[in-house]
């Protein structure tokens, strides 16, 4: 408790006080404002010019119109031929974006009462129309139009004064601008940064949802200049947040929180992205903008979504919900049903969403955790009770205060055993529980301690370990190898220690009266001139690896790593050869998450097909292996927009983990 103290104390300061140079090195020290850590749910918000065709084919984005009718999409054309004729361009759908029944004070009710903390609004998406009176975009924003109103503003107003945080959402590109994509300085210096300084002059946003950003990279952008001069001098509030959408290479790089969509999958979020913060968009239909080609069937159920915000945030994120109105100014009834029914599940149950943070294991079997921020309460997510007990592997009570059934002042025996938390079912409860997608448990704990700092000093030959916590009852244990720290048997932190073969490290706290940290496992890089890849650089286009394998490298030296070569944005990749050293018979999982395509091999087979164009992507494989050296290869290509390469293995004895570089040879000698 006093660490988490410390650490609002220190994020606060230097919100407060610190000035932020133009350079993604100062800005990222910026931490990201705990409110929006702890608001876990907000409404994301799709609304202009496409509102009024209001279609795209089924599983798309309606938002995309324009981009549909501008790429010659059969279906879109034929769709505003028959609608709106063939010559009708997409302009002068500003003279029939009238939104009469647009009431921003009701949005604002509707949004409180769903359980929202925070709003965000399209003010520009790609198609260049802005809802305020935005002079870089005279003649075609709100004012301007049939709505003849500050979209924006109303609803700006009417968030902040209902009691939630308020925000927009910023295009940085446009489709149809006649600066871009050929006079792109011209473009950003004169018309984007001046446009969306002006939204955040009159609107002091708490957030800003940057978009767009994939089709240039951040020094085009001037991104780096406008978020510096966002933190230091605009009207903005001191803890504006803003996500990590500011140029091609920035996406779970750069900037503020990161942001996923339609991409809630565990394999992508670590340790990380807890510590930063994140973000999953989705609408409640696939579509974000309203699209009247959906049906009932293609929208998400109230029960799917709550089951959904309850993932998200076990595994530390928001959820940022999408509706997308009418162009007339109303939310379409199945979208307000289903924001309705979410609040009234957070009424019951938002203890367990609202300031919680993620437990050190997210799930147990099908049960899911968020812990409370005092680390004092477990909180279980049972999608469905049994008749007389149910037990929790992995988890034990504390003290002698009975377990919370959130929302029906229910109190239930509990004991554990062994390892496992059994929890008395009485019988009855179940007429008593009512229909609700989840329930939540509320269990006493013993709060775990914070993960010890190991700090390891390399000199030639040897290295120095030095472990601490700002627990000062801690105890430290260590071993090497193995994840397992018992401490019975494990080694005593009595003081730093030197290590003269390289190893993997594992250190665990224990104290009276609280749960052990996690293992931190650390590698102790003591390396020969043998340690290390071959590294081979290509450049050009491709759609696969092994397309990229045809051409001729420019480039070939030696690393120790797997990182890529942060001087190359777009259209490069890397051959990454050497071997792996083995040092206990068994199975092995290797995994690779990339932006675009990679191929992990083993002894010239391929255990890990991450191939193809695609953006970021996890994929896994294993493979038995003995003791000794074996070859090993990763090979990577990026094509345009973001670029990202992380390998982890796990095996016997230890979980997902990068390879350390004592693991790797550049030839077969050790």
């Not at 003849?148 to 609803?155: E, H, Q």
């Not at 193809?612 to 290869?633: M, Q």
Request: hydrophobic content about 35%.
């Amino acid at each position: 408790m006093i660490r988490s103290i410390v650490i609002t104390i220190v994020c606060t300061m230097m919100l407060n006080g610190k000035e932020y140079e133009p350079s993604w090195n100062s800005l990222d020290s910026r931490p990201t404002p705990q409110w929006f850590k702890d608001a876990k749910f907000g409404i994301f918000i799709h609304w202009g010019l496409y509102s009024v065709p209001a279609w795209g084919p089924k599983g798309s984005y309606a938002e995309w119109y324009l981009n549909g009718l501008n790429s010659g999409d059969s279906l879109r054309l034929t769709y505003h031929e028959e609608n709106y004729g063939k010559d009708f361009p997409y302009r002068k759908f500003i003279d029939l974006f009238d939104p009469i029944d647009y009431q921003p004070d009701q949005w604002a009710e509707l949004f409180k009462q769903c359980g929202a903390k925070y709003v965000v609004l399209t003010s520009k998406h790609h198609d260049g129309f802005c809802l305020w009176p935005s002079e870089q975009s005279n003649g075609y924003n709100s004012v301007d139009g049939a709505a003849k109103r500050d979209l924006l503003g109303d609803l700006n107003t009417a968030v902040k004064n209902s009691g939630l945080r308020s925000g927009f959402y910023y295009s940085l590109y446009e489709w149809d601008h006649p600066d871009y994509p050929d006079n792109v300085n011209d473009y950003v210096n004169d018309h984007m940064l001046p446009q969306i300084k002006d939204a955040v002059q009159r609107y002091k946003p708490d957030i800003i949802f940057s978009d767009g950003e994939w089709d240039r990279d951040s020094k085009e952008w001037r991104s780096e200049e406008f978020l510096a001069w966002l933190y230091n001098d605009s009207n903005a509030p001191e803890d504006v947040v803003v996500n990590d959408r500011w140029g091609g290479e920035t996406r779970f790089k750069h900037g503020g929180y990161y942001s996923t969509e339609y991409d809630p999958g565990s394999d992508q979020i670590n340790e990380e992205f807890i510590i930063r913060g994140w973000e999953e968009c989705r609408g409640i239909g696939k579509s974000f903008g309203y699209n009247r080609n959906e049906g009932p069937e293609d929208y998400n159920t109230s029960d799917q979504l709550i089951r959904l915000l309850v993932d998200i945030v076990s595994r530390g994120g928001n959820l940022l919900l999408n509706i997308g109105p009418r162009s007339d100014g109303t939310i379409p009834r199945i979208m307000v049903d289903r924001l309705k029914d979410i609040g009234d599940w957070l009424d019951h149950n938002g203890e367990a969403i609202y300031g919680t943070t993620v437990n050190r294991v997210t799930r147990s079997g099908k049960v899911k955790f968020t812990l409370s921020k005092d680390r004092g309460y477990l909180f279980a997510f049972i999608e469905q009770l049994p008749k007389k007990k149910l037990t929790i592997k992995g988890v034990n009570g504390a003290g002698n205060e009975l377990i919370s059934l959130l929302g029906k002042k229910k109190k239930l025996n509990w004991r554990n055993f062994q390892n496992s938390l059994v929890i008395d079912i009485p019988e009855g409860l179940h007429r008593s529980l009512g229909s609700w997608p989840v329930y939540v448990l509320k269990i006493p704990v013993f709060p775990y301690l914070d993960d010890p700092l190991v700090d390891i000093k390399l000199d030639e030959g040897h290295a120095e370990v030095f472990i601490s916590s700002d627990d000062v009852s801690a105890d430290y244990r260590y071993t090497f190898g193995t994840d397992l720290v018992d401490p019975a048997s494990s080694n005593r932190y009595n003081g730093p220690f030197k290590v003269k073969e390289p190893g993997m490290l594992n250190v665990q706290a224990y104290a009276s009266e609280s749960q052990p940290s996690r293992v931190v496992r650390t590698p102790i890089n003591i390396l020969n001139t043998n340690n290390g890849l071959i590294r081979r650089t290509f450049q050009g286009q491709w759609e696969t690896c092994s397309e990229m394998l045809d051409q001729s490298p420019i480039e070939e030296i030696m690393v120790y790593d797997l990182t890529l070569d942060p001087k190359l944005k777009n259209d490069f990749g890397h051959v990454f050869s050497g071997f792996i050293q083995i040092e206990r018979d068994g199975t092995y999982e290797f995994q690779t998450t990339s932006d675009d395509g990679s191929v992990l091999m083993v002894n010239g087979f391929p255990i890990v097909d991450n191939d193809g164009l695609h953006s970021r992507k996890t994929v896994s494989g294993d493979i038995p292996l003995k003791v000794g050296l074996h070859k090993f290869e990763v090979q990577y290509f990026e094509r345009g927009g973001q670029e990202s390469l992380d390998v982890k293995w796990r095996g016997p004895g230890f979980e997902w983990v990068p390879i350390p570089a004592f693991r790797l040879f550049r030839t077969d000698v050790q």
